[in-house]
């Protein structure tokens, strides 16, 4: 919401929208499009002032990252039919790190994309062949890949030659793949639950906002689905973060302010042992109440760098089956 009151309602005087504009009329820029990390109603509500050509969102074949949890559907999957209707670029955000982590996928992850395709591969077709499979025929545009060296491009590239030359087969194994991936998430949770977890869960949307809550348990529920564990703990560790700069004696927006940028990306601080969260579980189905609670602390337990995890018991298929990465840090900076 800050940052759409900069580009729209500007507190402090001209509207960054504005600027955009004379840049415009001046020919330097041609189409204007926004990324976001928000929820889904936030992302709506900017494609709604018609002032876009193109929008850069989270939406993956696990999830939709910081957005999970909300919308009508648990994720960016109405922003994605709002953007086909008012015809609209669609661009895709890190499909293989917020995507899942596919670079590194869990042992389970990988025997269920196997043997049609290794899971980054099936990170890449699921969402080329989107328009083939999608019932309201919405497909993706681009997909923005972040390469810390130049055969990080590898993937995406065999991947998309691969579609290309083969489309009708592709399409038939990703659906194969996403039945079994399905299949495996309503073994491990439960169809019901599959159906209806984030119904009434509160995420980030105001400066009042200090729990994503709804991305909590969507990190509960592809560790049991898919293993993805080393995924989550990379996700939790940002709300670990923001909670060791967090002041409890000062108002929600005032912390945020502090923090600004980084909540920008992922809002949102860890959960708290012994802390009573009740009170904001007021619009959550009373048959979901205990379970979103459990699933809270669940993924405190086995992701937070702040719990003990000396007796957890980790399964091996929620284990990592091998990591692409060469070498696990960046090229030095010289």
């Not at 793949?177 to 998430?185: F, G, H, V, W, Y």
Request: hydrophobic residues 35%; aromatic residues 14%.
């Amino acid at each position: 919401q800050y940052h759409y009151d900069l580009v729209f309602n500007n507190p402090s005087g001209e509207n960054l929208m504005d600027i955009v504009r004379e840049y415009q009329e001046k020919g330097k820029i041609r189409h204007v499009g926004f990324s976001s990390h928000g929820q889904p109603g936030l992302i709506l509500k900017c494609i709604e002032t018609d002032q876009f050509d193109y929008a850069n969102i989270h939406y993956h074949a696990f999830g939709s990252y910081t957005a999970s949890g909300g919308g009508l559907y648990g994720g960016n999957e109405e922003v994605m039919r709002i953007l086909k209707k008012k015809e609209m670029g669609i661009f895709i955000i890190s499909p293989y790190d917020k995507g899942g982590r596919l670079y590194a996928p869990s042992k389970k992850l990988r025997s269920l994309t196997l043997p049609e395709m290794e899971p980054i591969s099936f990170g890449s077709q699921w969402l080329f062949s989107h328009q083939d499979r999608d019932k309201g025929n919405v497909g993706v545009h681009t997909i923005s890949v972040g390469a810390a060296r130049p055969s990080d491009l590898d993937e995406p590239f065999v991947a998309a030659i691969m579609y290309s030359l083969n489309k009708t087969d592709i399409v038939e194994k990703v659906d194969i793949i996403s039945k079994r991936l399905r299949d495996a998430e309503i073994e491990a949770l439960g169809e019901d639950w599959v159906n209806s977890w984030w119904h009434g869960v509160p995420n980030c949307y105001t400066v009042d906002d200090a729990y994503q809550f709804g991305q909590m348990v969507w990190l509960y529920n592809v560790i049991k689905a898919w293993g993805m564990l080393d995924f989550a703990r990379d996700r939790y560790e940002v709300f670990d973060g923001n909670l060791k700069k967090w002041n409890f004696q000062m108002p929600v927006h005032e912390n945020i302010d502090k923090i600004r940028v980084a909540w920008g990306y992922m809002p949102g601080i860890a959960y708290e042992p012994n802390k009573d969260y009740t009170k904001y579980f007021k619009e959550v189905p009373d048959k979901n109440k205990e379970r979103v609670l459990e699933a809270i602390e669940f993924v405190w337990k086995y992701c937070s760098k702040s719990s003990d995890k000396s007796s957890l018991h980790i399964p091996v298929e929620w284990t990592t089956a091998y990591d692409m990465r060469p070498w696990l840090e960046f090229p030095k900076q010289n």
